[in-house]
């Protein structure tokens, strides 16, 4: 089935460092999702894209919808620990009739 | 706004019996719910596609004997797992798209250990 890859999969950073992660796919996506999960929680949106070329902010964390509608990234700047967790990208192609489609996630240890 | 809920949390259940999962969406109303398994150091995967007032929709290489799922109203689904099995412990989140603009919302998951 259709597939996100996302990258990279697992980072370690210092506190106050910046993060950048990505997701690309060969198919043409019409929404990107970014989402946080932490340990036996559900994911938590964190960001929405609903327009190619869009750039979206959330306080520390901006996100963009690539322009080929096929990538998104995700950048957390000035980290701070409470930022650990699993990020995951999600998309929607636009004859999924509502399902989405999630990358692998990114493991984000950030060491104070 | 925009607020899913899940219960039980936690269950532990023995082999052979059946548990239920229940999925609400408290301040609006969904006519769609999805519900994904999420195996340890994994994405989430699509189970089913829950749709209010008719059959669920499920994707390939899911038992839909097993994971039956009703959604009866516009603010609840529900998964019930049968005859249950040790392989089928793993973490159930539901989810629902809000109105425009809450991209999807999802439950808090349901740790579910088949012992």
């Known amino acids: 089935g259709q597939q996100l890859n996302q990258s990279p999969q697992s980072m370690f950073i210092q506190e106050g460092e910046d993060v950048s992660m990505n997701c690309t796919s060969s198919s043409i996506f019409n929404t990107w999702l970014w989402y946080k999960q932490d340990p036996g929680e559900g994911p938590v949106l964190l960001i929405a894209l609903y327009k190619a070329g869009e750039l979206t902010s959330n306080g520390r964390l901006t996100a963009q919808f690539g322009i080929t509608r096929k990538d998104s990234f995700l950048n957390i700047s000035a980290s701070i620990p409470s930022d650990v967790g699993i990020y995951f990208c999600?998309?929607?192609?636009?004859?999924?009739?509502?399902?989405?489609?999630f990358g692998q996630g990114t493991i984000l240890t950030v060491h104070p | 706004g925009a607020v899913v809920s899940q219960h039980p949390s936690r269950v532990i259940c023995k082999s052979g019996t059946s548990v239920k999962i229940e999925c609400r969406s408290l301040d609006f109303q969904a006519t769609t719910m999805f519900w994904y398994r999420q195996f340890p150091k994994q994405s989430l995967m699509l189970m089913a596609t829950?749709?209010?007032?008719?059959?669920?929709?499920?994707e390939q290489g899911v038992e839909k004997d097993k994971f039956l799922i009703n959604h009866a109203s516009l603010t609840l689904s529900t998964l019930t797992v049968t005859s249950a099995h040790p392989e089928d412990s793993s973490f159930y989140i539901c989810?629902?798209?809000?109105?425009?603009?809450?991209?999807?919302?999802f439950g808090s998951g349901t740790r579910l250990t088949v012992v």
């Open positions: 989810s629902a798209r809000p109105p425009r603009g809450y991209g999807y919302t």
């Open positions: 829950s749709n209010e007032g008719s059959k669920a929709t499920y």
């Open positions: 999600a998309g929607q192609l636009i004859t999924s009739y509502g399902k989405l489609t």
